[in-house]
T-cell receptor, first 116, second 115 residues
C-alpha cells in the first residue's frame, strides 16, 4: 500500500530557472491538492484537481505557476522563472470522494524548494 | 471567504498535563467540514479528525477529544495526559461545502510536551 509520493524531495535552483515537481497520489483517489508551506506557517492552498479537471486555483498562484493532471493520475507543478520568495515546501495531498463531501487529505512528504 | 484562526502559536506543557488547542473559524456556508491535522517533527501531515457542521456532538478518541461549538465558531482539541510523542504542530482546517471544497488551514499551534 503506497501513500502519496512526491519527487524530487529537495530541489536547489538559481533564481530565474524553471522547476517542476511531480506528485503521484494514492491510486484510487480522484482529488489532488497542491499546497505551499513556509517555516512556521500552515499549508497554503494553491490548487485542486478533481480527476483531470483543475477546479480551483488560488490567487497566490501567479502566472509563473502552472499545474496539470493530464490523465487524472499523477500531477505536476511547474514554477517558471523562480524567485527567492518561491522557496518553500510544496505539499501534495490526495483524497477520496465521499459522497461529494471532502474527505481526509493524505499528504506526501513534500518537495522542498530552495531558490538561491 | 473561509478562514481559520489558531491564536496559540506555541504551548509547552509538562508530561501528563492536559492541554487544549483552540481553533476559531469563519465561513458563510451553513454546511462545512472541520478537520484537525498533526505535523510531527518528521514533517508529514497526518489527519486526526473530520466533523461536519451538522454534528455538534463532542468526540473522544483515546486521549484525544474535540469540542465543536457552532455558537462560538470554535472547534477545540484537548489532549488528556499528554505524552512526549504528542509534541508536534497541530493544524485546524476548514472546508466549505459547495464550490470546489478546498481545505483551508490555520497557522498551527506548536505543542511541546516536556518530560
Amino acid at each position: 500500500d503506497t501513500g502519496v509520493s512526491q519527487n524530487p524531495r529537495h530541489k536547489i535552483t538559481k533564481r530565474g530557472q524553471n522547476v517542476t515537481f511531480r506528485c503521484d497520489p494514492i491510486s484510487e483517489h480522484n482529488r489532488l491538492y497542491w499546497y505551499r508551506q513556509t517555516l512556521g506557517q500552515g499549508p497554503e492552498f494553491l490548487t485542486y484537481f478533481q480527476n483531470e479537471a483543475q477546479l480551483e486555483k488560488s490567487r497566490l498562484l501567479s502566472d509563473r505557476f502552472s499545474a496539470e493532471r493530464p490523465k487524472g493520475s499523477f500531477s505536476t507543478l511547474e514554477i517558471q522563472r523562480t524567485e527567492q520568495g518561491d522557496s518553500a515546501m510544496y505539499l501534495c495531498a490526495s483524497s477520496p470522494t465521499l459522497a461529494g463531501a471532502p474527505g481526509e487529505l493524505f499528504f506526501g512528504e513534500g518537495s522542498r524548494l530552495t531558490v538561491l | 471567504a473561509q478562514k481559520v484562526t489558531q491564536a496559540q502559536t506555541e504551548i509547552s506543557v509538562v508530561e501528563k498535563e492536559d492541554v487544549t488547542l483552540d481553533c476559531v473559524y469563519e465561513t458563510r456556508d451553513t454546511t462545512y467540514y472541520l478537520f484537525w491535522y498533526k505535523q510531527p517533527p518528521s514533517g508529514e501531515l497526518v489527519f486526526l479528525i473530520r466533523r461536519n457542521s451538522f454534528d455538534e456532538q463532542n468526540e473522544i478518541s483515546g486521549r484525544y477529544s474535540w469540542n465543536f461549538q457552532k455558537s462560538t465558531s470554535s472547534f477545540n482539541f484537548t489532549i488528556t495526559a499528554s505524552q512526549v510523542v504528542d509534541s508536534a504542530v497541530y493544524f485546524c482546517a476548514l472546508s466549505e461545502s459547495g464550490g470546489y471544497q478546498k481545505v483551508t488551514f490555520g497557522t498551527g499551534t506548536k505543542l511541546q510536551v516536556i518530560p
